[in-house]
Each structure stands twice: as structure tokens, then as C-alpha cells.
């Protein structure tokens, strides 16, 4: 079985033996109810370091709705499980008292690319993230750090993170993982009702047919509003946005030659869902 260890000092105990004989350590955050996409991350991370831990936490701090929170899959079990099929070297799995002890007043907050879209629409949720991966990073002496591209807009949090604060970690951003309809993996898709469930794949088929009108030279904005038409006519209760954006900034960006990418979010029987792709 893997070993879970619930405390920082464990953890760092752990971290300082490994480093000590020379070898290195990558780090898969989760916040669990772990799928094929974090496995996908857990296995980069054991073919590309000596030592792979993968923290499970769900972080309160970047839930902006407490609802949301209370109802975040939880299945450490499970998740342990499926992690010794990588295997990982360890699972740190601490306490909401152990991150945040009492007298916690540092947050990492973040101006620019964490202000737009999922910024905008969860208001404080970056700066719980970029908080807590600040922590992890730390706690873990971690050489290299994995992301999924899924989260994008999160992926390019933890890159200007680490740039601006000097945080010695390689950050490694991994190829979104898609069920054979292509609805990207997420934790969330468990509380689809089986009629969302049957719907929600409409959200990769919408983005990656604007995508691919816009690369076959058709108006960005027309593109844009035929894939929110084509997603409330499948039965999304509400397209929140569909943005055409600078990969790395996230700014607007109506400039082909740099990379762009397509960022979607939606809700669908009352579940949230984001994906984004390449344009
Ligand atoms: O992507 C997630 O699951 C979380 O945002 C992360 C990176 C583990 C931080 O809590």
C-alpha cells in the first residue's frame, strides 16, 4: 500500500531522505476523486522523476461557493486504489488544519492572467490556488510540479507563479485526457444526471468546430456564437463564456500569429464544466 502521510513535517521528513541520496521528486496536486486524467499525470511524473508523490486536498480556499465545496467528490480509498496502480511513492493527504493552521494570513494573489474568465466568474479562486500550490511546492520540495491543460487558465497561474516568485520547480503541463466522446475528464462529471452526461461531450464538439471555422478563416465573433447556439439547443442551461484568448496571457487576442486557444465554460443539469483547446 502507498504510504499517506498527514503531516507537513512527514512530508518534509520524507522529502529530505530522498533528496539526500540525490534523487528527485515530482508532484501530482489533486484534490481527488482522481480519474485517468490525474492518473495520466501521476505516470509522467513516475517516467520522469525518482520520486512521485500526489497530494489529495481539497482546498477550501478556492472554492467560491460554499455549496460546491460541500458537494466535492470525496473517495480517498479510491483514490489510493488507483494510485497504487502508477504507483506513486507516496500520497499526502493532510487536514484543512494542517495547511491552514490557526493564524494563516498569506495569500498568494495574482493580477493579470488570473484575472480574466474562471477569475472573473469565481471571484478569489486563483488566489486560493495560487496559495495553496505555493504550499505544496514548498512542503514537498518538489523538483517538478504536473498540471493538466484542462485547467488552462490554472496551468498558466502556476507558470507566472513560479517565474515571479523564483519557486525552483519545473512546471509541466499535460495533455487534457477525454472520455471516447470527447468530454474532458474532470471530477465533476460524477454529478451528471445520465441525461447531462449524454449532453456534455456538445461542449468539445462546439469549441472545436469554432476552432476549426476560425482556422478555415471565418469571423472569430460568428464562430463564437454558433458554438453557444449550437450548446443551448443541446440543453446547456447556460453558456458562461466562450472566449477566444492569448494561450499565455489570456488577454483577447485577434492576433493569429501568436498561440491562441478557445476557452469554454458552461453549465449543463446544473454542473459546471470548462474545456478549452487549441485554435
Ligand atoms: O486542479 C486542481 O485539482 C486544484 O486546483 C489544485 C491544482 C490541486 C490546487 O488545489
Redesign the pocket.
Known sequence: MTPVVRTVADLRALARSWRAKGETIGVV???GALHDGHLSLARRARAECDRVIT?I???PK?FNNPEDLKKYPRSEAADAALLATVPVDAIFAPLVEEVYPEGFITTVSMAGVAQPLEGHMRPGHFD??AT??TK?FGMSMADKGY??QK?WQ?LQV?LRLVRDLNVPVDVVGCETIREGDGLAMS?RNVRLTVAGRAKAPVLYAAITAAADDIRAGHADRMAIREAAEAMREAGFERVEYIELRDAETLMPSDDPRRPRRMLAAAWIDGVRLIDNIPV
Open positions: 496536486p489533486t484534490m497530494t486536498f481539497v482546498n478556492q486560493g490556488v495553496v500550490v505544496l498540471f493538466g485547467d490554472q502556476v471530477s
